[in-house]
């Protein structure tokens, strides 16, 4: 079973823009969780999604926001990009039932922002 | 607010020897504490997880040790060798029974040197 992807691998922006970043789940995942990886502040949650809705959300500002699909995918998009976003931002995955509070983690996309 | 703290920051360990890694947590709320092992360029990957009707959990070289009243759990490592040599995150979260299990909250993380 393929593992959880992330595209792209790597970002590089400048400060204004706007990002959009996708994940595809692994297969019969419905649950998808975002997170922030950069070496002071360390891993930090964005959001998860479940069913196209979004069931639980971090402490962020609103310029960071997601969506899923019905085909479970999913996709983070951040606006306005400041200098502090460079990070690397990982998606997991997990199932439903049983062990649904394992995530599975993709590689994740590695964004710089200049 | 950091509700899951991890010591040490780094570790240095030779070949063979016992490598742990503490962490404590605030929200007793917290029912499902997994240990991630990540590696330079890659996602962290599970590397074992415990809940906390048990005390103690091991696979392999890997063991658990969950203290509920000390609101406390560590990463123990036996026989540790170059190749888990890695960053280890300590993570918490809300399982059973409610919804907020899609969200980590991750310890800030060790970064372990097995020496040959």
């Known amino acids: 079973k393929a593992g959880v992807t992330q595209t792209p691998r790597y970002l590089i922006k400048t400060r204004g823009q706007q990002v959009t970043l996708s994940c595809s789940p692994i297969s019969g995942h419905r649950s998808v969780s975002w997170y922030q990886q950069t070496p002071g502040q360390g891993l930090q949650f964005l959001f998860e999604y479940f069913s196209e809705t979004q069931r639980n959300k971090g402490n962020f500002p609103g310029r960071f926001s997601g969506r899923q699909f019905s085909n ?24 439903q039932g049983r062990d649904r509070e394992t995530q599975y983690f993709g590689p994740g996309t590695r964004l710089l922002v200049l | 607010q950091q509700q899951v703290k991890q010591s040490p920051q780094s570790l240095i360990v030779q070949k063979g020897g016992i490598s742990i890694i503490n ?62 040599s890695a960053t280890y995150f300590c993570a918490a979260s809300i399982g059973a029974g409610g919804t907020s299990y899609g969200k980590l909250t991750f310890g800030q993380g060790t970064i372990l040197t097995v020496h040959p």
């Open chain 1, 72 to 95: 479970s995918r999913s996709e983070m998009n951040v606006s306005t990009l400041e200098l502090g976003d460079s990070a690397l931002y990982l998606c997991a995955s997990s199932r």
């Open chain 2, 23 to 84: 962490c404590a947590y605030e929200n007793t709320a917290f029912d499902y504490f997994p240990w991630y092992q990540q590696f330079p360029g890659k996602g962290p990957a599970l590397l074992i997880a415990i809940r906390p009707d048990v005390s103690e959990k091991k696979e392999g070289r890997f063991t658990i040790s969950f203290n509920k009243s000390a609101k406390q759990f560590s990463l123990h490592i036996m026989d540790s060798q170059p190749g888990d």
